[in-house]
């Protein structure tokens, strides 16, 4: 599969691109994207390792991607497979990740949380001979 790494490629173009009275400038520029440590490099081939497991092992079985409680707004949110490995490539290619619009009506039985898919995962590991 040919996963897109710059997100912001398909997007429309900025209609204020070139204008002097474009509003964005009254705000503060963002801080630079800083590069992961060896230890956070680490850890997000391991993450995107898993993923992709996921993937493989859960989509056969109705599920397209994990859930998450947001510790901001209290609130679900889901990112579909996709999402979360342009995330994950983004990171290691020393972009950071663009913030994800919610998912708009997701089925919530077709997402599971990390935890639940490690587990499934594992346990299938296991049941092998």
Same mark, same amino acid.
């Given at each position: 599969?040919?996963?897109?790494?710059?997100f912001?490629?398909g997007?429309?173009?900025?209609?204020?691109?070139?204008?002097?009275?474009?509003? *964005?400038? !009254? !705000?503060?520029?963002?801080?630079?994207? *800083?590069?992961?440590?060896?230890?956070?490099?680490?850890?997000?081939?391991?993450?995107? $390792? *898993?993923?992709?497991?996921?993937?493989?092992?859960?989509?056969?079985?109705? !599920?397209?991607?994990?859930?998450?409680?947001?510790?901001?707004?209290?609130?679900?949110?889901?990112?579909?497979?996709?999402?979360l490995?342009?995330?994950?490539l983004?990171?290691l $290619?020393?972009?950071?990740?663009?913030?994800?619009?919610?998912?708009?009506?997701?089925?919530?039985?077709?997402? $599971?949380?990390?935890?639940?898919? *490690?587990?499934?995962?594992?346990?299938?590991?296991s049941?092998?001979?």
């Open positions: 599969m040919i996963v897109n790494h710059n912001f490629e997007l429309p173009r900025d209609p204020f691109e070139g204008d002097p009275d474009d509003p *964005a400038n !009254l !705000l503060e520029p963002d801080e630079p994207f *800083a590069p992961l440590t060896d230890q956070e490099r680490r850890e997000v081939i391991e993450d995107l $390792a *898993a993923v992709r497991e996921f993937r493989e092992v859960l989509t056969p079985e109705g !599920l397209l991607g994990i859930s998450m409680l947001c510790e901001d707004c209290g609130e679900e949110h889901f990112y579909n497979w996709d999402v490995e342009t995330h994950y983004m990171l $290619a020393g972009q950071e990740s663009p913030v994800h619009e919610p998912q708009f009506d997701p089925d919530v039985r077709r997402y $599971a949380p990390w935890e639940y898919c *490690a587990g499934f995962v594992d346990g299938r590991r049941r092998r001979f």
